[in-house]
Each structure stands twice: as structure tokens, then as C-alpha cells.
């Protein structure tokens, strides 16, 4: 574990923007302005810049050791390599370690971005104080990771935890990857609104996917409308297939749930919660825990820090 009086930067790397903060024991002491990810044509451009943020900040704080990156995408944690970001054109065979430790002259981590949400849950947040737990993050995508014995799994190609591309049926949609009946596509931010759209279609209402993002369908569901309590019963059976699937393999002290379904509080977790128990046996079950996550926006930022300095202090 790292000291915690170790000042890190750590960045969160978005298809959107990214996020750059500097963070001391699991505390976030600064963030910056974010710099918007579309504004830089490839990578060389977009990582002179962080470089050039990374320099300001040590001029604040000078006792910056070490820098944290969190990609959404597919990296070699051990050397730093990003093999493809598939939201972000241009990002594929980057050796981000390498190029950004040369430019700033600190130590520099990559890691894919759920892995550090979840790391940052797991130190500082809602997993603190458990050994074995399993973070989902819930958006555009789902992404998962896993602490297993409080260490980070990566698996042998720093790919495990990919909770969005298990399969909830085999014969279902078709995911990114062959994989028929993939998670995310029943749970993610579009596919929730898309079938919202369709439960009212089948009550004779009229609605636009804009009109059913999960925040909006939370609205509804508080408000009083039957479909759209009827949408996060059904978002629950689909997350609680495949919850109970890793509670079975892996039988965890908590899972930890953060992204926009999340916000939508007891009228996800409820139905969850009663699913997932419906699954297990006592044995797995009355240990564990189904928990929202604790960080929000700065997840990212605080896990990636931390991650820096752990390198740094083993």
C-alpha cells in the first residue's frame, strides 16, 4: 500500500475530456481545467499537453512523485501500453508509460479506467476495509474490475473484469466481440433508454430516447409512472443475472455499482438486491454486500493517484 503523504497527479482519460487532478492519501487537492479529448488530433499532440499540465501542477506542488493515467480501453499494465482506445481515433499501440515519463521525468502508470475506479472505491470509498470486491461502472458501456484478496486482477492479458461483455443469454444481442447476450448491451445508457422507449410504445405513449435517459426514467419511476418502475425492474433482473454469476465464481465481500444507473438510488438497488438474493445460496449471500459507489466525476482522478502512489512506495 502506498504512503499515504505520497502527492500524485492523477488523470482520467475520456472519450469526452480528460481530467486531471493531484491527490494526497485518497484527498483531492486540486483539479484542473479539463482538456477536451477531441481538440488534439492523435496522440502525440493530446500527450504534450498533459505533459504540459503535469509541469504547471508541480509548479503548486512540488512534491508531485508520480503520475497515474486511467484509458478507456485495453491496456499492458506492466509497460504502460495502450493497445487500442475504441472511442478515441487515432489511439492504438501508444506506449503512453514510455513517451510521458520521458517528457515529464516522473514515474507514470496506465491503467484501463475501471480498474482505477475501482481502485479508488476499494483504498478510499465504498470498499474500504473489504479484501475482496468487484466495481462495476455504469454508462455508455459497462465496465467492471476485480480486488481479489486486496490486490488489483488483471489476468494475463489485463483484460479481466470486463463485466459489460458477459453474457446474460445465449441467443441475445450480438456485443462487440461475437459475444451473443453481452450485458451492456441491455444496460448501457442507450440500450436503457431504447427499450424505455418501447415499454411505452406498447402502452400506446409516444417517447424519445432523449425523453428515457436513466435520469429522466428515475424522474418518472419517483414521480409515480408504473413503466418506468417497470424499466428498472427489468434493468435489475439483467444486472442481477450476471451479478449472481460472479458472486458464484467468486463470492466476494461486495459488489460496488457507480455511473448514472447508480443515481437512480433504491429503484435500481431494491429490485437488485432481491434478485441477486432470489440466485445465491445463504452461504454466498449473507456476506455480501451491493453497495453504491461512494466517488462520482473524481473516481477516476483519486483511483489513478492512488495507483501512482503505490508504484512509487513498493
Not at 89 to 100: E, M
Not at 283 to 309: C, D, H, M, T
Amino acid at each position: 500500500m502506498s504512503d499515504p503523504q505520497r502527492t500524485t497527479v492523477g488523470i482520467d482519460f475520456g472519450g469526452t475530456f480528460v481530467k486531471i487532478g493531484v491527490c494526497r492519501g485518497g484527498e483531492l487537492l486540486f483539479t484542473d481545467e479539463p482538456i477536451p479529448t477531441s481538440s488534439f488530433a492523435g496522440p502525440a499532440a493530446l500527450i504534450t499537453e498533459m505533459a504540459a499540465r503535469v509541469e504547471k501542477l508541480r509548479k503548486a506542488y512540488p512534491d508531485i512523485c508520480a503520475i497515474g493515467v486511467g484509458v478507456p480501453g485495453l491496456v499492458d499494465f506492466e509497460h504502460g501500453f495502450i493497445h487500442i482506445l475504441t472511442n478515441v481515433p487515432g489511439w492504438k499501440h501508444v506506449p503512453l508509460k514510455a513517451i510521458l515519463g520521458e517528457k515529464t521525468g516522473l514515474p507514470v502508470v496506465v491503467e484501463n479506467d475501471a480498474n482505477a475506479m475501482a481502485w479508488a472505491e476499494f483504498r478510499y470509498g465504498a470498499g474500504r476495509g473489504l479484501k475482496n470486491v468487484v466495481a462495476l461502472t455504469m454508462g455508455t458501456g459497462i465496465g467492471g474490475a476485480l480486488v481479489l484478496n486486496g490486490q488489483m486482477y488483471r489476468g494475463s492479458g489485463c483484460a479481466a473484469g470486463e463485466v459489460g461483455q458477459m453474457s446474460i443469454d445465449c441467443d441475445g444481442r450480438a456485443g462487440h466481440y461475437g459475444n451473443l447476450g453481452a450485458l451492456e448491451k441491455y444496460t448501457g445508457n442507450k440500450e436503457i433508454a431504447e427499450h424505455a422507449v418501447q415499454r411505452y410504445a406498447e402502452a400506446h405513449i409516444t417517447k424519445s430516447v432523449e425523453d428515457c435517459t436513466p435520469k429522466k426514467i428515475a424522474e418518472a419511476a419517483k414521480a409515480g409512472d408504473d413503466i418506468a418502475r417497470q424499466v428498472w425492474d427489468e434493468i435489475a433482473d439483467w444486472l442481477g443475472t450476471a451479478i449472481s454469476s460472479i458472486a458464484w465464481l467468486l463470492n466476494p465481500d461486495a459488489f460496488i455499482i457507480g455511473g448514472g444507473v447508480a443515481q437512480a438510488g433504491d429503484l435500481i438497488f431494491d429490485p437488485l438486491k432481491r434478485k441477486v438474493q432470489s440466485m445465491l445460496s445463504t452461504v454466498v449471500w449473507e456476506r455480501l454486500q451491493i453497495l453504491p459507489a461512494k466517488f462520482s466525476n473524481e473516481a477516476g482522478i483519486i483511483g489513478n493517484a492512488a495507483l501512482a502512489a503505490d508504484a512509487v512506495s513498493s
